[in-house]
């Protein structure tokens, strides 16, 4: 007869608080003028922005190059 997941339990009580221990000390070792940030960004998120940086610097450039906005540059 096998074993639902929900029902094998361990009794966590004493890791977790080791675990917190844990977790106090790593934060206490952050200098107080330093700030840690960690950002996960998939791949694609990356491309797409990559992507509409380039296209927002060649709308730029090509509406800058416009007689129009020659004309009111000089």
Same mark, same amino acid.
């Given at each position: 007869?096998?074993s639902s997941?929900? %029902? ?10 080791g ?9 206490d070792e952050?200098?107080?003028?330093e700030l840690?940030?960690?950002l996960?960004i ?5 491309l797409l922005v %990559?992507?509409? %940086?380039?296209v927002f610097?060649r ?8 007689? %129009?906005i020659q004309?009111?540059l000089?």
């Amino acid at each position: 007869m096998r074993s639902s997941p929900k %029902f094998l339990v361990a009794n966590r009580s004493e890791d977790s608080e080791g675990d917190a221990n844990l977790r106090l000390s790593r934060r206490d070792e952050v200098e107080f003028n330093e700030l840690e940030v960690r950002l996960k960004i998939s791949y694609k998120t990356l491309l797409l922005v %990559f992507v509409l %940086f380039d296209v927002f610097h060649r709308v730029v450039g090509e509406v800058a190059d416009t007689s %129009f906005i020659q004309g009111l540059l000089h």
